[in-house]
């Protein structure tokens, strides 16, 4: 029970503080400095604006793979080896797919400029990106130790 508390929590969590900061984009703020602007845009591809010519499709291609990997990740006991990681996880997805049903796109805010252009991103892309890296980082620990003893 205590683990799917600690999963449900991180999920909504990052839900709702992501949707939250999308919330003031959407009203009109903006802030803007030599190297960094936060503006929003409505990125209606995935990383990089890549496979935004499925234009609709995208949403349901997306429901497939998160289901497919939540699938994956309870017949394997990844949650519960990793509840607050993957918790954290499946609410930045869901942060990002709830855009694109609601918004047509998803919400992105954070764009840097300084020396070169960077993709315009948010909060859930940097919890998936920070999450995927803790998950990679306990596996490869994990494999040293097993490799040692």
Same mark, same amino acid.
């Not at 909060?123 to 494999?143: K, R």
């Given at each position: 029970?205590?683990?799917?508390?600690? /999963?449900?929590?991180?999920?909504?969590?990052?839900?709702?503080?992501?949707?939250?900061? #999308?919330?003031? /984009?959407?009203?009109?703020?903006? %802030?803007?400095?030599?190297?960094?602007?936060?503006?929003?845009?409505?990125?209606?591809?995935?990383?990089?604006?890549?496979?935004?010519?499925?234009?609709? %499709?995208? #949403?349901?291609?997306?429901?497939?793979?998160?289901?497919?990997?939540?699938?994956? /990740?309870?017949?394997?006991?990844?949650?519960?080896? &990793?509840?607050?990681?993957?918790?954290?996880?499946?609410?930045?997805?869901?942060?990002?797919?709830?855009?694109?049903?609601?918004?047509?796109?998803?919400?992105?805010?954070?764009?840097?400029?300084?020396?070169?252009?960077?993709?315009?991103?948010?909060?859930?892309?940097?919890?998936?990106?920070?999450?995927?890296? %803790?998950?990679?980082? &306990?596996?490869? %620990?994990?494999?040293?130790?097993? #490799?040692?003893?």
């Amino acid at each position: 029970m205590r683990i799917w508390t600690i /999963f449900l929590l991180a999920a909504l969590g990052t839900w709702w503080i992501d949707q939250g900061i #999308k919330e003031l /984009f959407l009203g009109g703020y903006q %802030w803007q400095s030599r190297c960094l602007s936060l503006e929003l845009h409505l990125n209606r591809g995935v990383a990089f604006s890549l496979f935004a010519f499925l234009g609709p %499709w995208l #949403k349901w291609l997306q429901i497939l793979l998160i289901g497919g990997l939540f699938a994956f /990740f309870l017949r394997d006991g990844w949650i519960h080896r &990793h509840p607050f990681a993957l918790g954290i996880l499946l609410g930045a997805a869901l942060g990002n797919l709830w855009d694109r049903f609601v918004h047509g796109a998803v919400v992105d805010y954070v764009y840097w400029h300084c020396g070169f252009d960077f993709a315009v991103f948010n909060y859930a892309d940097v919890m998936i990106d920070l999450s995927v890296a %803790w998950l990679l980082l &306990h596996a490869w %620990w994990s494999h040293r130790q097993h #490799k040692e003893a």
